[in-house]
């Protein structure tokens, strides 16, 4: 198991940029593939971004591919979600996620963090 925590969010204006944190714990960060997703009330769960657990690969959602960028710091055990030019529809709880580079789910989620994009 790895333990995620999440930091970074907050309110913005659209237009703005915010920078989403993902503190991994327990096991070796390296091992896994790391993901952010979002969720507002009413919808489910959506897939935002992903990185491979080397930092090679990293796959967009369509809605924020030009305007996210998620990146790694295996030395510091991170994860980062950059956002720029947020929209009102950005707005959501933002997830971090863990899947182990042997597997094909997700299986460890941080608890989330609130990010409000005002028009």
């Known amino acids: 198991q790895v333990q995620l925590v999440e930091s970074g969010g907050g309110l913005v204006q659209a237009g703005g940029s915010r920078r989403l944190s993902c503190a991994a714990s327990g096991r070796p960060f390296s091992s896994y593939a790391m993901g952010w997703f979002r969720q507002t009330p009413g919808k489910e769960r959506e897939f935002v971004a992903a990185i491979s657990w080397s930092g090679a690969r990293t796959y967009y959602a369509d809605s924020v591919k030009g305007r996210f960028t998620i990146s790694r710091d295996n030395a510091k055990n991170t994860v980062y979600l950059q956002m720029n030019t947020l929209k009102p529809d950005d707005t959501g709880v933002y997830y971090c996620?863990?899947?182990?580079?042997?597997?094909?789910?997700?299986?460890?989620w941080g608890q989330g963090t609130q990010v409000t994009v005002s028009s």
């Open positions: 996620a863990a899947r182990s580079k042997y597997k094909t789910t997700y299986e460890n």
